[in-house]
């Protein structure tokens, strides 16, 4: 029975999300996105016109929704904004110790490497990021910060939750994001 282009397309995008995860912009070779996703060559161009951007773009689209999704999901239990963002850093601390830390945040990754030189990418990097910042903020502000302070507050949330992850990967150790954790919970409590 043959496989539906619709899944064709979905393996190619969540291998490449996999790779983008693991290896970056540049590790991630078409080859290896084909090879993971068990496609054919000549599926890339037919799902993908615009190629490996178009196709790295899809991927951090899917990654970006993903944690919405998540961040959705822990919403519904977490009384706080600092419950929330706590719950948020232990589920990615459990993720990273579930790939041996091989991975991280595919988009900090791709923005790392391409920000500076692609612009389609950069765009939606920003995107992604803009959209996790003002998430934050809003939550923020229902509980009762004001707008200036909920957008610099979810800013700075939101750097530090990146750069736990980085520093979580490069020690292969949780501890960054138990710390960070820990500190994000002072400064999102409303004095």
Same mark, same amino acid.
């Given at each position: 029975?043959? %496989? ?8 190619? %995008? ?16 078409? @080859?290896?996105? $084909? /090879? ?6 000549? *599926? ?22 993903? %944690? ?6 822990? &919403? ?5 904004? #600092?419950? $929330? ?16 830390? &091989? ?13 500076? *030189? @692609?612009?389609?990418?950069? #765009? ?5 990021? #803009? ?7 809003? /939550? ?19 750097? $530090? !939750?990146?750069?736990? $992850? ?6 292969? *150790?949780?501890?960054? !994001?138990?710390? %960070? ?7 999102? &409590?409303?004095?």
């Amino acid at each position: 029975m043959a %496989v539906s282009g619709s899944s064709t397309r979905a393996r190619m %995008v969540e291998a490449a999300w996999s790779l983008i995860e693991a290896k970056g912009y540049h590790g991630a070779g078409l @080859n290896e996105v $084909l /090879a993971v996703a068990e496609a054919p060559r000549g *599926s890339l161009y037919h799902h993908f016109p615009g190629g490996k951007d178009e196709l790295i773009g899809e991927a951090l689209g899917v990654a970006g929704r993903e %944690v919405d999704r998540i961040v959705g999901e822990l &919403a519904l239990t977490a009384p706080t904004t #600092s419950d $929330l963002v706590r719950a948020l850093l232990e589920r990615l601390a459990d993720r990273m110790v579930a790939a041996d830390y &091989a991975k991280g945040c595919p988009v900090a990754t791709v923005a790392l490497e391409v920000a500076a *030189s @692609n612009d389609s990418l950069q #765009s939606i990097c920003g995107g992604i990021y #803009s959209s996790w910042r003002r998430a934050l903020a809003d /939550a923020l502000r229902a509980e009762g910060h004001d707008a200036a302070e909920s957008d610099e507050l979810a800013t700075t949330a939101l750097a $530090l !939750i990146e750069g736990a $992850l980085v520093l979580a990967r490069a020690d292969r *150790s949780r501890v960054p !994001i138990e710390q %960070v954790g820990r500190r994000i919970a002072k400064l999102l &409590a409303i004095d």
